[in-house]
């Protein structure tokens, strides 16, 4: 991981205390007066609140280091308030174990979660309390969010619930070195990208670390997206699907067949393929923003577009991106005048503008205007150039998907891509369960 940059130090306030001791004149006939220090007024101790919050800063996330040293800093600046904190690694299994503690009661006060179709049952069960309302009482609470930032957090009742803190983009990510040392070209192109495959699988490296059991989405919009394009690849699939989305899952097989993937792809997990890349053990990894900030060798590392598949509709610059996340406050927190204030500074503190200059200097575009990072290494500076470059930027196809839909289309990856079951049986059960 990159040096970091300075975190925001904490200042310590201090109370003068003064304390009157004036002499007085003795007199023969008058009581000796009281000289003894008056005792001084303290403020009534607060009464510690314990704050219960869940965030996908775990595991390997380049932020989790700075997330923990920010709860560090707030408990310190807010010493009656107590953080007992439960970062994971944003995968399907964490999403859902979020969504179960909701619907069982078990709901944290804070979380850091998905927007969009993610966030659909939290909303409509009345889990999570909106901005709007939040600002009845607390004018200020994300008012330093920039409005583009913002117009992402717009749910379908039109309110806005979670504070953004950086957005994302997605891409191919390349170890350079791997293709100077077996004479490749970066796949630029379709052809370019067939070729890398099957030369680094004939000389026993990994061409693309992928995970099937738990964090196979970015290959399903990419795929998706290199055969239909952006048009297609927006579109919410609840009467019928687009032809381009099967043949854009066709490609699973095509490219397992061709040795694309981990032998284990379907069993194995995204922490385990992400390391594999890190360690120069894999050629490829098509991810998002956020594991910049793990990378070992980012001077050897470069990111591109996935390219338009032949026949496709997708333009080259293309790409995957947005905000599409938050600091979300619960009902059942709010419901609490103790812990909803607690929650209130919480998360103004971990969305300020000196927070979210630390969430963003990982990559991805800050939700606030604040500086930009310095001493950005050479795949920072290739995604900022990605992303600036893009003609057409759509978000995860999981932020329209209903959730059944979606949980259902990531479980039967590993079918499609073992020929097993044909991507046009499997997208017809999404769309009946997209409702």
């Known amino acids: 991981m990159r040096k970091l940059l300075a975190i925001l130090l904490v200042i310590a306030m201090s109370i003068s205390i003064f304390s009157a001791c004036n002499k007085a004149k003795t007199v023969d006939d008058s009581p000796t007066p009281d000289i003894s220090t008056p005792q001084q007024e303290t403020e009534p101790e607060k009464e510690t609140v314990v704050l219960r919050t869940v965030s996908m800063f775990g ?43 909701f619907s069982s009661g078990n709901d944290p006060d804070v979380v850091f979660y998905f927007t969009g179709a993610d966030a659909v049952q939290l909303i409509e069960t009345g889990k999570v309390v909106s901005i709007e309302e939040i600002r009845e009482e607390y004018p200020d609470y994300a008012s330093n969010i920039t409005d583009a930032a913002m117009s992402f957090m717009k749910e379908f009742d039109g309110k806005h619930y979670a504070v953004p803190i950086r957005g994302f983009y997605e891409g191919l990510f390349c170890n350079t070195d791997l293709f100077e040392k077996y004479g490749l070209d970066l796949p630029t192109d379709w052809e370019k990208l067939e070729a890398a495959v099957k030369k680094f699988s004939a000389e026993g490296i990994v061409p693309i670390a992928a995970s099937f059991s738990d964090v196979p989405h970015y290959w399903i919009e990419h795929f ?27 490609l699973f097989k095509t490219f397992k067949d061709m040795g694309a993937f981990p032998v284990d792809v379907n069993a194995t997990k995204n922490d385990i393929t992400t390391n594999m890349f890190y360690d120069k053990q894999a050629a490829m990894i098509l991810d998002g923003s956020w594991i910049v900030g793990g990378i070992k060798d980012p001077d050897t590392t470069t990111v591109l577009p996935v390219p338009c598949a032949p026949g496709g509709k997708k333009d080259p610059s293309d790409i995957i991106g947005g905000f599409s996340s938050g600091f979300y406050i619960s009902k059942k927190a709010w419901d609490d005048p103790a812990r909803r204030d607690a929650a209130v500074k919480f998360v103004q503190y971990m969305t300020s503008n000196e927070a979210i200059a630390m969430f963003a200097k990982v990559a991805g575009a800050p939700a606030a205007d604040v500086p930009t990072p310095e001493g950005l290494t050479a795949v920072m500076e290739a995604g900022i150039k990605m992303g600036g470059q893009a003609k057409n930027i759509d978000m995860p196809i999981d932020s329209r998907l209903s959730k059944e839909a979606w949980t259902y289309l990531v479980s039967m990856i590993g079918s499609i891509a073992d020929g097993q079951v044909t991507p046009e049986e499997v997208l017809q059960e999404v769309v009946n369960k997209n409702k």
């Not at 964490?94 to 503690?101: E, H, L, N, Q, S």
């Not at 048009?231 to 854009?248: C, F, V």
């Open 59 to 101: 595991g390997t996330d380049p932020s989790a280091a700075d997330y923990q040293q920010l709860i560090s800093n707030f408990m310190k600046e807010n010493p009656h308030i107590l953080i007992t904190d439960e970062s994971a690694t944003a995968d399907e299994t964490w999403k859902a174990r979020v969504t179960t503690d």
């Open 224 to 250: 998706i997206l290199a055969v239909g394009g952006y048009e297609d690849h927006k579109i919410n699939p609840k009467d019928t699907y687009p032809e381009s989305w099967a043949e854009g899952l066709k």
